[in-house]
């Protein structure tokens, strides 16, 4: 039997005028972990009709109010006084003009919690009145014309996707900084006044798109970035087909097909032992070796120093042996099906998975038996099948799977659901004359994070924690896993903020010192699959026995609330793409292609395992209890596919908007070709009217085929005529633009600020890179907080650069640690470069 009342959050009151999906689906986040949340709708229902309400509003009691009237202003400002926290997802200054002034009701509650979630930042002179739909935002930042080199390779631009990446981002983000907010609220008994703009969140989870590294070394370019070079240079189309864009693809990091006819993707490049177990698997690891495959024992040394000419583990690897092993391999997937391969990859701890769609991700059955997948009886669909929480803590996780339908209340009743959890709850925090004044510190000053994470998603969680001020100690072993692409390049963007340390913990000495800065820390976090936890000494005992008290984070792949048959499974953003139905709906059924975005999961895994360790210290300090708190790739792809992950009898078909040639929802929201260049219309049919309204498009409600009114008239005018004259209408409309051109318009030399004051975009250069290159990335700027601090970051430090410093704080001393490096306990560096050559 499931116990509420146990879940962290209880006690904390909600309520959301969120509308569409950002706002209502961060109160869904504290729902899940025992809000209590009143939903408000306007009159007429919610802005977006849809079957995924039912998702965003479980848990909550949902109530109809008029904020047009003065009726309807008076109930809604009773919930809010009567609320912890407040949430809003309109345009900057629509609150306050129905009467509902967040920053006037904190001045007179200075402990609220009130978090606007806007499409495009409230300083952004240029945009905050803009319509901001999902897909406009998108647009607007880059989503949809930087799609990827396979895109450009296959002369695919734009491109469209029916994903709500921002909205995602921003809920992870958005729900992170008001758990943060009561904890803070905690110590002091005050709260915040929070923003979370969708544009900035949006390029924050883009960021791996975004960053520019000067005179990167050539052993870095695919073969798809060389031809795209070549093709350039030489005045050749791009217009590659898909059967033969697969031939520039990474042997490891590519698609094949089985013996059911299926797909299969196969994700290991970057780490030897995956790329080694893989060919064993498939047989064909000998006679590659017969062949002379070569191998390169130390990988970041500069190629002009390797003992050989590649080697397995290398991404990219040269287009000669990447011929050789992609056409053995093709043979070798054809004699398994899909799902017999997907078996042995995971009992073979090797990345890989089936393609799959989203419907059969959200039947399938170790995501319903994880509790990935949960079904709730909705009032009006009956038994239905929706994503799990987006991070549990595992204590109280069985808590968490069984969530209340969304139910219908009257104002009366929200009011009364409100007052009774606030006499539930255990007031520990200082109130009235108590209530200290804002510090403008960071809600983790004082924080210490031992981060033992790789690659992106697991390291990207401590990154963004570190902007709260959080100290974070980034443990890496001596000998480097992965190749310097992933175990290095990645780390320009998470090594922010970090103090870089390299030991052995698997010897004895290693160990001792690891338990030493377990001890010294706060939180400890992994991404990992449950399996090697115990062998780590991780397991809870384990850790507890070093250091009683300790939080700790897991991030992994396929790991849910629940044991499920692929649990133990490891495997990467692309996996779960592939395995969630992203790429099958990106790249078409019968031809599935990666999400262009890199990191599309891997960064919103990230700043989720930020919410679970987020709500963590906030159970601690409430209550004392030491949690284990978790997310997985496997749960964020629930949100980022929030529109279509869900199931239920009679469910209209997964039919929504796939492959290259979709370049829209339906022909009101759709790109369309104006006279100089492309334009994203996102209206819908009950504004017609509207349309209407502009000269050229008068007669548009009568047109049997609106695609081709609209394809005939937006071809009259430049883009920037039709953008001013629909916005003039209020219709939502983008000017596609791209990520360079944004990064060209906003960036500016690193200033030590953390870009939050900038408007919806914001990029640092740093011409003095530890790496020696000149490296431009996108800020950490998509939280505003009103009073506590958010910290700009530094640039990510060399691989061993503070070893000593970390070590001696530890205790040792010079001449222990001199013995240390000496006998290879410990280290100072991956190579003769931070970025081999």
């Not at 609220?185 to 979370?196: A, L, M, N, W």
Request: a negative charge.
């Amino acid at each position: 039997m499931s116990n509420k009342s146990r879940l962290p959050l209880a006690g904390v009151r909600v309520v959301d005028f969120g509308q569409q999906i950002a706002g209502p689906a961060v109160a869904m986040a504290l729902a899940d972990f025992g809000a209590t949340v009143i939903h408000v709708d306007p009159p007429q229902g919610p802005q977006w009709d849809h079957p995924a309400n039912a998702v965003l509003n479980r848990n909550k009691s949902c109530v109809r109010i008029d904020l047009k009237q003065e009726e309807g202003r008076a109930q809604a400002l009773a919930l809010i006084d009567a609320a912890d926290v407040v949430i809003e997802s309109f345009r900057p200054g629509v609150m306050k003009k129905l009467g509902i002034d967040f920053d006037a009701l904190r001045s007179q509650r200075p402990d609220l919690i009130a978090l606007s979630i806007p499409g495009f930042a409230s300083n952004d002179d240029l945009r905050k009145e803009w319509k901001a739909t999902e897909a406009v935002v998108a647009a607007t930042c880059g989503a949809f014309t930087d799609m990827g080199f396979n895109r450009v390779l296959m002369g695919v631009n734009p491109s469209f996707s029916p994903l709500p990446l921002g909205s995602s981002y921003a809920v992870s983000l958005a729900a992170s900084a008001v758990v943060l907010a009561l904890l803070e609220r905690e110590k002091t008994g005050r709260g915040d006044s929070i923003e979370v703009p969708v544009a900035a969140a949006l390029m924050e989870g883009l960021s791996y798109n975004s960053y520019v590294i000067d005179g990167l070394p050539d052993r870095y370019k695919t073969m798809r970035e060389e031809e795209i070079e070549y093709r350039k240079a030489n005045n050749i189309p791009m217009d590659l087909s898909y059967d033969e864009l697969q031939e520039y693809l990474d042997p490891f990091y590519r698609t094949y097909e089985c013996a059911d006819g299926r797909m299969f993707y196969c994700v290991c490049p970057s780490h030897r032992n995956h790329a080694k177990r893989a060919l064993k698997l498939l047989g064909i690891y000998d006679e590659l070796v017969a062949e002379g495959l070569p191998e390169v024992q130390d990988l970041h040394l500069p190629v002009s120093e390797w003992d050989g000419e590649t080697s397995i583990g290398v991404y990219p690897l040269p287009k000669k042996w990447a011929d050789i092993i992609s056409a053995k391999m093709k043979k070798a997937f054809l004699t398994r099906t899909s799902d017999e391969w997907g078996r042995l990859f995971g009992e073979g701890r090797i990345p890989g998975a089936p393609h799959r769609t989203t419907e059969e991700w959200v039947n399938d059955e170790h995501t319903n038996a994880a509790g990935l997948i949960v079904e709730v009886d909705d009032p009006q669909y009956g038994p239905m099948k929706q994503g799990g929480p987006i991070a549990w803590l595992e204590d109280i996780a069985e808590d968490m799977l069984t969530p209340r339908p969304r139910r219908n209340v009257s104002v009366e009743q929200a009011l009364a659901e409100l007052q009774q959890a606030g006499k539930a709850q255990v007031v520990t925090r200082p109130t009235g004359q108590a209530i200290q004044p804002a510090s403008g510190k960071g809600w983790l000053d004082g924080v210490r994070i031992l981060d033992l994470t790789n690659v992106i998603a697991g390291p990207h969680s401590t990154a963004f924690l570190s902007r709260f001020g959080a100290e974070v100690i980034k443990l890496d072993p001596v000998t480097p896993l992965y190749d310097p692409l992933i175990g290095t390049l990645f780390t320009f963007q998470t090594g922010v903020n970090k103090k870089s340390a390299l030991l052995d913990i698997m010897t004895e000495p290693g160990r001792e010192a690891f338990n030493r800065l377990v001890r010294s820390v706060d939180m400890v976090v992994i991404n990992a699959p449950e399996r090697q936890m115990k062998p780590l000494g991780l397991d809870h005992d384990s850790l507890q026995a070093v250091h009683p008290g300790v939080i700790f984070c897991r991030l992994d792949c396929l790991g849910g609330p629940r044991r499920g048959p692929k649990t133990d499974y490891i495997g990467y953003d692309d996996i779960i793409q592939a395995n969630s139905g992203i790429m099958s709906r990106f790249g078409g059924p019968q031809t599935p292609e990666e999400h262009a975005h890199l990191g599309t999961l891997d960064v919103n895994c990230g700043f989720a395992g930020g919410l679970a360790m987020a709500v963590a210290l906030y159970r601690k300090y409430k209550t004392g209890e030491t949690s284990r708190a978790r997310t997985s790739l496997s749960a964020v792809t629930n949100l980022a596919q929030l529109p279509f992950a869900f199931d239920y009898a009679g469910r209209a078909p997964f039919d929504e908007p796939s492959g290259r040639e979709a370049l829209g929802n339906h022909a009101l929201s759709h790109f369309y070709s104006t006279a100089d260049g492309w334009i994203f219309i996102d209206a819908q049919a009950s504004e017609l009217d509207r349309l209407e309204q502009v000269e050229a498009l008068a007669g548009i409600s009568a047109a049997a085929d609106k695609g081709a009114f609209l394809a005939r008239a937006l071809r009259s005018a430049p883009a920037q005529y039709w953008a001013g004259v629909l916005r003039d209408v209020d219709i939502a409309v983008a000017e596609p633009q791209s990520i360079e051109h944004l990064r060209e318009t906003y960036s500016r030399i690193a200033d030590g600020t953390p870009g939050t004051a900038l408007g919806s975009f914001a990029f640092s250069v740093f011409p003095d890179h530890p790496s020696g290159h000149c490296i431009t990335q996108v800020d950490h700027y998509a939280i505003r907080p009103a009073e506590a601090r958010i910290r700009a970051f530094t640039p990510a430090e060399r691989f061993g650069h503070s070893t000593g410093s970390v070590l001696a704080e530890a205790g040792y001393s010079d001449a222990e640690i001199r013995l240390m490096i000496e006998q290879g306990i410990a280290g100072l560096g991956w190579g003769k470069e931070y970025l081999p050559s």
